[in-house]
């Protein structure tokens, strides 16, 4: 019986991230859990790629957008299950046992707790935040994973072709299917300390409001770029 899971990480020159994210993965081979692994590459110009074929990856070259990578990722999988990831998130040890458990039980997706990879109180007000935002509203973010069975992923019409909110969009397609895993994804906040934890929180905030509101990805991404 061949594993169920494949992986799909997007990257644009994630060399300093990437290490990490895929030494967390062997767990999963190990396991049995992961069949393959899919890095949709969007013209990084550092060693993202060759790290990636390194480890023995597919890797597929695309257009920089990030639902557009995502898409190419799912659809040339071939996997029972999608595993998407981005490249600064690392899945604690323990999280293929989380996996296998979620795939017994459950014809859902999942999503994993949200940690940053840093300590201090911000931090844990914006790990809390999503957390709760998670639980609540159903929306978790793509730093927090998506594992989704691919029939479940096929019917509801897959990540968008989007270059911000795609993981929102795809959140809401998946309303009342998906479910927290008893795991955690430790992503990276280097976003957040350069832009400070209040001023980013309230940008990423305000970027739902608009999406919400009607505003075009096009749109917002030059806004959020800005």
């Keep these: 019986m061949r594993a169920p899971v494949s992986v799909i990480i997007p990257t644009l020159n994630a060399e300093g991230a990437l290490a990490a994210c895929l030494a967390a993965l062997f767990e999963g081979l190990r396991s049995g859990v992961i069949r393959e692994l899919i890095v949709v590459d969007g013209g990084s110009?550092?060693?993202?790629?060759?790290?990636?074929?390194?480890?023995?990856a597919v890797v597929l070259r695309t257009a920089p957008s990030r639902g557009g990578q995502l898409r190419a990722g799912g659809a040339a999988a071939s996997g029972?299950?999608?595993l998407f990831l981005h490249a600064d998130t690392c899945l604690e040890p323990g999280w293929s046992e989380a996996v296998m458990d979620h795939m017994a039980s459950s014809l859902g997706a999942g999503y994993f707790r949200l940690r940053f990879d840093t300590g201090g109180v911000a931090a844990r007000i914006v790990a809390g935040w999503a957390n709760l935002r998670s639980r609540l509203f159903g929306l978790p973010y793509g730093d927090q994973g998506?594992?989704?069975?691919r029939a479940l992923y096929e019917q509801s019409g897959g990540f968008a072709d989007m270059p911000l909110m795609e993981d929102v969009a795809m959140a809401r397609a998946l309303r009342g299917q998906m479910r927290g895993l008893d795991a955690i994804a430790v992503t990276s906040a280097e976003k957040y300390r350069e832009a400070g934890w209040i001023r980013r929180g309230v940008r990423n905030l305000w970027t739902l409001?608009?999406?919400?509101a009607g505003v075009s990805p096009k749109t917002l991404v030059e806004s959020y770029r800005r």
């Design 146 to 149: 998506l594992l989704v069975p």
């Design 80 to 82: 029972e299950w999608l």
């Design 209 to 212: 409001a608009r999406y919400f």
């Design 45 to 56: 110009d550092d060693g993202a790629v060759a790290m990636a074929e390194e480890a023995g």
